[in-house]
């Protein structure tokens, strides 16, 4: 039986690419990382084994020892942890970290990519696990935005995709075609809640994938949390690129969204 070593960061992603891996006929080992990965993980994968955060080659070390030949990374690690002192990173990951140009989201996990490459590891696309999650086009609910919304949509698109060239961010707050707030290391809803609160009432969050994207890792992923988070400061839009971003929990997703009279767009330019 083919076997799928599943890297398991922050929320629900790992559990959905966990589901569908075994509907593909793979036995799902979970490295479950410390103290990010949800619990519940353990229900959904075949084997579960926790590793810290940091410990990068104890991760390496845990896929060997159960034979993986494929892996795949799901669900958010933030880079906040480095500059907390929350993690405490071994041999390993300190040679990785040293060896890097910058600590730029890309230069990190592509350095980690080529160490699971060395080990015999392949790097898999997260698609080839959630295709059911991507992001169709069109207006997926009833409430639509209005004619100004759609140009703070075209606005704000522009701008998110230079920062994810620049590798900063995925996500950008806008009105009235002026920028409110732009995602950098805090992450997609902290930079909501930033730009809400500056924006006041009808905000429009637009959330793209890079111009060079690599579907093997970073894939814009929005959930009912970051819905939340836009209920929260009274935002009006969620534009998310099609096909390139996915949406967690999509059903009660776009229920909450009517209830709370938010517009959410699969959007691609």
Request: glycine share 8%; net charge neutral; proline share 3%.
């Amino acid at each position: 039986m083919k076997k799928l070593g599943l890297i398991a960061g922050m929320g629900d992603l790992p559990m959905a690419i966990a589901g569908e891996a075994k509907a593909q006929g793979y036995t799902v080992i979970a490295i479950a990382l410390e103290p990010l990965a949800d619990q519940s993980l353990s229900a959904y994968a075949d084997e579960i084994e926790w590793v810290n955060v940091g410990k990068l080659g104890q991760l390496i070390d845990s896929l060997k020892d159960h034979g993986i030949k494929e892996a795949v990374m799901a669900g958010k690690v933030s880079k906040t942890l480095l500059y907390q002192s929350r993690i405490t990173p071994d041999l390993r990951a300190i040679k990785l970290l040293f060896s890097l140009k910058d600590r730029k989201d890309d230069s990190i996990l592509l350095a980690i990519t080529k160490e699971l490459k060395e080990e015999g590891i392949k790097l898999l696309d997260i698609t080839s696990f959630s295709s059911n999650l991507l992001t169709p086009g069109g207006v997926l609910t009833k409430s639509r935005p209005t004619d100004d919304e759609w140009k703070d949509v075209e606005f704000g698109w522009k701008i998110a995709k230079e920062i994810g060239r620049l590798d900063i961010g995925q996500t950008v707050v806008v009105k009235n075609q002026a920028v409110m707030a732009i995602e950098a290391i805090e992450g997609t809803d902290e930079a909501i809640k930033r730009g809400g609160i500056l924006a006041g009432k009808g905000a429009v969050v637009v959330k793209v994938s890079k111009p060079r994207q690599d579907m093997r890792f970073d894939v814009p992923v929005v959930g009912l949390k970051t819905l939340r988070m836009m209920i929260e400061v009274d935002a009006r839009v969620l534009a998310v690129e099609t096909e390139k971003s996915l949406l967690l929990n999509r059903a009660d997703l776009l229920e909450d969204a009517r209830k709370a009279k938010i517009s959410i767009v699969g959007y691609s330019g």
